[in-house]
């Protein structure tokens, strides 16, 4: 028996819309770390449905470190103004560029990777690097999650990072 505190709780921590919730809480017969997996997985199938709607809006947003001696900027697009004030997709803003700062990714993807980088070209491929907060994830996952929360297309456009002395 799935109870309303049960699809609040999987909503509070998901961002998924109250029947999404539901209906993941029942097909996994109440198990709460199943509906979650199911609820992503639901979000990659719709992130990929979405990935080729246009990102006309988003939000530049910049990070300090090291009492300013490491910096970066990001640029993240989504499809409308309202989306990209949200508290959510600011969120992944911050922890993309604070990504940035922290990891030095040389591309986006693996293709646009240097061939003469050094070590695997995945490891510098800011999309498939596991995330600093939680490595569980990596960025791509974050994007997807975002993606899933506000029903719209995200994608992290470019990228800069900037060292003291580099």
Known sequence: MVTTEDVKRLREETGAGV????????????????????LREQGIASAAKRAERTTGHGLIEAYLHGGGRIGALVEVQCETDFV??????????????MQVAAMNPLGLTVEEVPDDAP??????????????????KSIQDLVQDTIAQTGENVRIARFARFEIGR
């Open 84 to 97: 990209a004030r949200t508290d959510g997709f600011r969120q992944l803003a911050r922890d993309v560029a």
């Open 19 to 38: 029947m999404d919730s539901k209906r993941a809480l029942e097909q996994a017969g109440g198990d709460f770390e199943q509906a979650k997996k199911i």
């Open 119 to 136: 070590g695997r070209k995945e490891e510098h491929a800011l999309l498939l690097q596991p995330f600093i907060k939680d490595a569980s």
